[in-house]
């Protein structure tokens, strides 16, 4: 079965300060892709990344980065001197090879930022 | 690129009426998801089309639930027999051939009294 758990439910911080959102998958598919979503509060889901199961390297955009790490199942967000447009709700998400018969997508409950001025 | 669109956007409807949501994706996205999200929730998967092909449903989905994208293009889901426990906001998202990146709509918001 696959599964993401994103056990922050609720993150404040201060502007300009940095911040990690957790976020980790379990699945028995050897290829498999995970994504960044954000669903600002007027609710519409924004895809922000995705990492192919095959390609470990992290990456980095503008303040936004990602940590992807398969021995330790997770692929964890940091958004570096955060700002008040940053807050919504970040979702980080699953789909698995479809060789396994399923081309769902799994959603973490998300994880909500607050960036306070 | 107009993005995906969903209407209605807001629907008020009595237990028991049937409801039919239609979500028209991006031009030429091959592939059309269908997701329920409650509050505090992701979105969880209903089904999936690859062009008017259903080529997967939710097993956690009951059999009021139908959807259809009869020419590859827009889709709709229809619910019968509504209940209050199906008030949500239903997603529709959509993926060119070869992508994996969803495209999400703002949803149709669902509400059962």
């Known amino acids: 079965a696959q599964k993401v758990t994103q056990a922050q439910t609720e993150i404040s911080v201060v502007e300009k300060e940095d911040v990690t959102l957790d976020c980790v998958y379990e699945?028995?598919?050897?290829?498999?892709?995970l994504f960044w979503y954000k669903q600002p509060p007027s609710g519409e889901l924004v895809f922000l990344i995705r990492?192919?199961?095959?390609?470990?390297q992290n990456e980095i955009s503008g303040r936004y980065s990602w940590n992807f790490q398969k021995s330790t199942s997770s692929f964890n967000f940091t958004i570096t001197a955060s700002q008040v447009v940053d807050s919504a709700v970040y979702f980080c998400?699953?789909?698995?090879?479809?060789?396994?018969?399923?081309?769902?997508?799994?959603f973490g409950t998300g994880t909500r930022l607050k960036v306070l001025a | 690129d107009t993005g995906v669109s969903q209407n209605p956007r807001h629907k008020i409807t009595k237990r028991g009426q049937n409801v039919t949501f239609r979500c028209d994706p991006i031009s030429e996205h091959n592939r059309l998801y269908w997701y329920r999200q409650t509050l505090g929730q992701g979105p969880e998967f209903l089904t999936y089309?690859?062009?008017?092909?259903?080529?997967?449903k939710s097993r956690l989905l009951s059999d009021r639930f139908s959807a259809e994208r009869p020419k590859g293009s827009f889709s709709t889901l229809e619910i019968q027999r509504t209940e209050q426990g199906d008030s949500a906001m239903y997603l529709c998202?959509?993926?060119?051939?070869?992508?994996?990146?969803?495209?999400f709509g703002p949803g149709t918001r669902l509400t059962v009294t």
């Open positions: 998400a699953l789909r698995g090879d479809t060789t396994s018969g399923t081309y769902k997508y799994i």
């Open positions: 998202a959509s993926t060119p051939y070869g992508s994996y990146e969803q495209y």
């Open positions: 089309f690859q062009n008017e092909a259903q080529l997967e």
């Open positions: 699945t028995r598919d050897t290829t498999y892709y």
């Open positions: 990492r192919n199961s095959f390609d470990e």
